[in-house]
């Protein structure tokens, strides 16, 4: 399958440490990538780079063809002005480990807000459409609560239904249940499973590893910096090679609710 999200040799110095150390991935369109690893591994980081949040030092990321927050101009290339790394951000949704909601807006306006400012879409076309987006992740009835009225699993679909307001070509989800009591995670991981469904192309970081030996198409293992494990699931987590992969995967499946 060609390519929707390519990341070809991606190096990413954070202060002092080299983060990432050479990543290679891929995805296809409308595939589901599971990104799995140890605390300090660079998952979050390779999500960052992937949506211009922050650039590649070496190596660059390719998403449905273009080139991500560099061009090439007579030769060289050059880190993208803000504007243009804000159309991009734009295409790209993303979802963190603690919501993000805005606490003074009602649920209905964290859903509208970007649409309406950034892709200048009217308030009753961002209406329209975030509550269609409410009714997909069952939460119809409290377009006019605010987040902390919400519990975290409601508010963390509700953050879902913000990211695919902007009608992403490519979700990013980084930890999406690690901030959930354990009762809530099932309602969270229901949600992205319909988007799994409906052909969304998705990286998701987890630690959740039988969600991801069920929902995956492509399981990848990062270890200290680089991709040591990548395939499809019952290869990666049946039969992983690295060694690292190996006592990562033993612990990660032993006491899963352990995990940071
Ligand atoms: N601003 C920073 N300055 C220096 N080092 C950083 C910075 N942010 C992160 N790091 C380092 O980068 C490494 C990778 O961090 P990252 O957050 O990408 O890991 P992770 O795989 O997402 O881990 P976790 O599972 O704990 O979320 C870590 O060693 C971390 O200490
Ligand atoms: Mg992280």
Same mark, same amino acid.
């Given at each position: 399958?060609?390519?929707?999200?390519?990341?070809?040799?991606?190096?990413?110095?954070?202060?002092?440490?080299?983060?990432?150390?050479?990543?290679?991935?891929?995805?296809?369109?409308?595939?589901?990538?599971?990104?799995?690893?140890?605390?300090?591994?660079?998952?979050?980081?390779?999500?960052?780079?992937?949506?211009?949040?922050?650039?590649?030092?070496?190596?660059?990321? $390719?998403?449905?063809?273009?080139?991500?927050?560099?061009?090439?101009?007579?030769?060289?290339?050059?880190?993208?002005?803000?504007?243009?790394?804000?159309?991009?951000?734009?295409?790209?949704?993303?979802?963190?480990?603690?919501?993000?909601?805005?606490?003074?807006?009602?649920?209905?306006?964290?859903?509208?807000?970007?649409?309406?400012?950034?892709?200048?879409?009217?308030?009753?076309?961002?209406?329209?459409?975030?509550?269609?987006?409410?009714?997909?992740?069952?939460?119809?009835?409290?377009?006019?609560?605010?987040?902390?009225?919400?519990?975290?699993?409601?508010?963390?679909?509700?953050?879902?239904?913000?990211?695919?307001?902007?009608? +992403?070509?490519?979700?990013?989800?980084?930890? +999406?249940?690690?901030?959930?009591?354990? $009762?809530?995670?099932?309602?969270?991981?229901?949600?992205?499973?319909?988007?799994?469904?409906?052909?969304?192309?998705?990286?998701?970081?987890?630690?959740?590893?039988?969600?991801?030996?069920?929902?995956?198409?492509?399981?990848?293992?990062?270890?200290?910096?680089?991709?040591?494990?990548?395939?499809?699931?019952?290869?990666?987590?049946?039969?992983?090679?690295?060694?690292?992969?190996?006592?990562?995967?033993?612990?990660?499946?032993?006491?899963?609710?352990?995990?940071?």
């Amino acid at each position: 399958m060609e390519a929707f999200v390519r990341i070809t040799e991606v190096w990413k110095t954070r202060g002092r440490n080299v983060v990432l150390k050479g990543v290679d991935m891929e995805a296809g369109k409308g595939q589901v990538v599971c990104l799995l690893g140890p605390s300090g591994a660079g998952k979050s980081t390779l999500l960052r780079c992937i949506n211009a949040l922050e650039s590649c030092d070496k190596g660059i990321i $390719h998403v449905d063809g273009v080139a991500i927050g560099a061009e090439e101009k007579g030769g060289a290339w050059y880190r993208m002005g803000e504007r243009a790394l804000s159309a991009q951000r734009a295409e790209i949704g993303m979802v963190f480990q603690n919501f993000n909601l805005f606490p003074h807006m009602t649920v209905l306006r964290n859903i509208t807000d970007a649409p309406m400012r950034v892709r200048g879409e009217t308030r009753a076309v961002a209406e329209a459409h975030a509550r269609e987006l409410l009714a997909r992740v069952g939460l119809s009835e409290k377009e006019g609560a605010y987040p902390k009225q919400l519990s975290g699993g409601q508010q963390q679909r509700i953050a879902i239904a913000r990211a695919l307001a902007m009608r +992403p070509k490519l979700m990013l989800f980084d930890e +999406p249940t690690s901030a959930l009591d354990p $009762h809530l995670v099932g309602e969270v991981l229901e949600v992205i499973r319909g988007l799994a469904a409906s052909g969304m192309t998705m990286i998701i970081v987890t630690h959740e590893v039988q969600f991801a030996r069920e929902i995956a198409d492509r399981v990848a293992v990062m270890v200290d910096g680089v991709i040591a494990e990548y395939g499809p699931p019952g290869e990666v987590l049946a039969r992983p090679n690295d060694p690292r992969v190996r006592s990562f995967l033993s612990r990660a499946l032993r006491e899963p609710e352990m995990q940071p």
